[in-house]
């Protein structure tokens, strides 16, 4: 599991993970977010991943890499 300072072999496996499957959830939450679902945690996708997968249903009308607080992607999709 990843979520302690300094767990560089759980940051390790984390990315091998994200490499090879194209996506990532993490069930973890900051104390802010403690109010929030259970199921609530951090979603990571590729945008191979989405493109091989989302597209399907919707069209990809933008990614903005870094866009976010020069830290998350933004995609736009649209419904076929």
Known sequence: A???????AGAIRCAKLLHET???YLKIR????????EYYGGAF????YIQKNWCRLFRLRGW?????LDLQD???LERL
């Open 2 to 8: 990843l979520g302690r300072a300094g767990d560089s």
């Open 22 to 24: 194209g996506h990532l």
């Open 30 to 37: 900051t104390a802010a977010e403690q109010a929030l679902p």
């Open 45 to 48: 996708h590729t945008i191979d």
């Open 64 to 68: 903005l890499p870094a866009f976010a």
């Open 74 to 76: 933004v995609v736009v």
